[in-house]
């Protein structure tokens, strides 16, 4: 019987090479193609398989048509459950899968037509909790799904020629994707894992649960594992319940952490990095912010950060219910919650060539802006290799025969430490800065100790001058300023210290006092400032001891050149 177009996806087609059965089974029909077989609905609606069978229920049609001999009504069929078996492949506008068993079962719900004064009766309703208004229509209407595994069980529910994926079960192998029709190229979201079961999927309460081992989802350039993922699209939420990892871009984070953890320049980090987090109790991620809890661990390419929880703010919000596919989103900030150990490695060219340890608590790090700060009590050690220009150890090392004060140690001059430099800051109160400006401020009770040791695994010892060797320092302050610049050529870093508040300095040879210290490597120039800042510093092994004060004093120490601005005391006797 010829039908209209409106029609024509009511009509089943099939194909099968071996034998097709029809035969009652109680109050149904069951249609049974074998070996080759194939259902279409349709030009774009197909199930194809090694055998199929198909249970119909017989039921009236609603619409009445007029036979010329009085005859009785032609019988309407609708589908209540299809069972294929063997290679099954199905392929519609909104699904395809693939799998070597397939179960589907229909609902069906009569269309709802407009009304006469043009408005439209309230949409239909799923059995079950799931109200699918126009806005649900229009967003499965721009999803395709692609979903794979061993047996697969799909609740499908027709609503005149419409038909809504309510239901999904797949068991073993399972994955589950959905792309935007509109958008080719990345998936909007992906999961796999051992067992998935999605509830709901053309609808805006979406739910869906993934276990395995372990069960992933991927979503905008994020991918979550762990035994058991959970996703609610209403919520906008997607969640683990214990241990799992997860990673993400971390957009313009750099190879370090800090200036006390040495940062490369935009020119030496060209690419983003991808950020790895792994925890032990939980995961909650609400389309702004992931929240990790428990023994989080954090890595990126040089980078380890552990901490008792970590929150993340994303650069961009993820809606699940529109999952555009346009622009992968990342970190743009993290916040380190409790106990925060960090240890960072720098390596060229296959060779370590710095060695960043850090130790606070509470750290945040801003990656947009650089902003970075941490609670105290704390420590910073950084070891480098041959990277400071001008050592501070030219205080006590020089071979010039008439230095204004004579050196206790001689040695040969050296514009470049050729071995290791370490440098480590302790401090009681806090840490704040910029890692893009290269600059970190310490403040409570501050300790730093800078000298060169010989290789990475040495340390100098902040708590006795004897500690730090015969080149080293150790500067006490209220407050202590550390920048790192780079020279022209961008290969040798200066560092530049400022201490503020309560300032001694302590070397093998040498004390100075003042209000307010500076040095710089690269200039080699140290400034004592405050009321009565003094230098004390011994003439040779054996000698007297000179003493300058002033309320300022520079001293170049490449040149062992003095200058003193409003001295109070000046004594530069030999022995």
């Known amino acids: 019987t ?11 087609q099939c194909q099968w090479q071996g034998e097709i059965i029809l035969r009652p089974d109680g109050h149904q029909h069951v249609l049974s193609l074998v070996k080759d077989a194939s259902l279409s609905a349709g030009s774009e609606n197909t199930i194809s398989a090694d055998r199929l069978h198909c249970w119909f229920n017989e039921v009236e049609n609603s619409t009445k048509i007029v036979q010329p001999d009085n005859s009785s009504q032609p019988k309407h069929f609708q589908p209540d459950r299809i069972l294929a078996m063997g290679n099954v492949q199905v392929q519609t506008p909104q699904l395809t899968s693939t799998t070597p068993q397939l179960e589907v079962w229909f609902t069906h719900q009569e269309a709802v037509l407009p009304s006469r ?3 439209t009766d309230t949409p239909p309703k799923s059995p079950g909790p799931n109200n699918h208004t126009q806005q649900t229509t229009t967003h ?7 979903v794979v595994g061993d047996l697969i069980r799909l609740q499908l529910r027709k609503v005149g020629q419409q038909t809504y994926v309510d239901r999904i079960n797949i068991n073993g192998n399972a994955f589950f994707s959905e792309s935007q029709q509109s958008e080719p190229g990345p998936l909007a979201l992906a999961v796999s894992g051992d067992s998935l079961s999605v509830e709901d999927a053309t609808g805006k309460q979406g739910r869906a649960s993934v276990i395995g081992n372990p069960a992933t989802i991927r979503a905008r350039g994020l991918t979550m594992s762990g035994k058991t993922v959970q996703l609610n699209r209403g919520q906008n939420r997607i969640w683990v319940d214990g241990p799992g990892w997860m990673t993400l871009p971390a957009g313009t984070l750099p190879s370090s952490t800090s200036t006390t953890l040495q940062v490369p320049t935009q020119r030496e980090t060209k690419k983003p990095q991808a950020l790895a987090v792994i925890w032990n109790k939980g995961m909650n991620f609400d389309g702004k912010q992931v929240r990790f809890s428990q023994q989080v661990e954090t890595r990126t390419d040089s980078m380890k950060i552990h901490s008792d929880a970590l929150e993340v703010d994303l650069t961009h919000s993820v809606n699940l219910l529109q999952p555009s596919t346009t622009q992968d989103i990342g970190a743009r900030s993290l916040k380190f919650i409790g106990a925060v150990t960090a240890e960072n490695r720098t390596i060229v060219d296959d060779q370590l060539t710095q060695w960043d340890r850090l130790k606070v608590s509470d750290l945040s790090l801003a990656l947009d802006s650089g902003n970075i700060q941490a609670t105290g009590p704390g420590h910073v050690q950084t070891v480098r290799h041959g990277q400071v220009k001008n050592s501070l150890s030219s205080l006590t090392t020089n071979n010039d025969p008439n230095p204004l004060i004579q050196p206790t140690v001689k040695g040969p001059p050296s514009k470049t430490n050729p071995g290791w430099n370490y ?19 310490f403040t409570g009770r501050v300790r730093t100790i800078y000298g060169p040791v010989t290789s990475p695994q040495d340390r100098l010892d902040a708590d006795s001058p004897e500690g730090c060797g015969k080149e080293g320092l ?5 407050r202590m300023v550390v920048a790192q610049n780079h020279t022209n050529d961008h290969t040798v870093r200066d560092i ?17 006092r003042a209000d307010r210290l500076s040095y710089t490597s690269g200039k ?4 004592l400032e405050g009321n009565d800042a003094e230098l004390w510093h011994q003439q040779a092994q054996d000698g007297v001891n000179s003493r300058s004060a002033a309320r300022r004093i520079l001293f170049w120490t490449q040149e062992k050149r003095l200058q003193v601005d409003d001295a109070s005391f000046l004594d530069l006797s030999q022995p």
Not at 2 to 9: C, G, Y
Not at 426 to 441: A, K, L, P, T, V
Not at 474 to 478: A, G, P, S
Request: aromatic letters at 4%; a negative charge; glycine letters at 10%.
């Open 2 to 12: 010829e039908q209209s177009d409106p029609e024509q996806s009511d009509i089943l």
């Open 117 to 119: 004064a043009g408005q």
């Open 140 to 146: 499965q209407t721009t999803s395709k799904f692609d």
């Open 423 to 441: 440098l480590e800051t302790i401090f009681q109160s806090g840490m704040s800065g910029n890692i893009h400006q290269q600059q970190i401020e």
């Open 474 to 478: 150790l500067v006490h302050c209220d």
């Open 496 to 512: 530049e210290l400022v201490a503020i508040g309560n300032t001694t300095i302590e070397g093998d040879a040498f004390t100075a």
């Open 524 to 527: 080699g120039l140290l400034v």
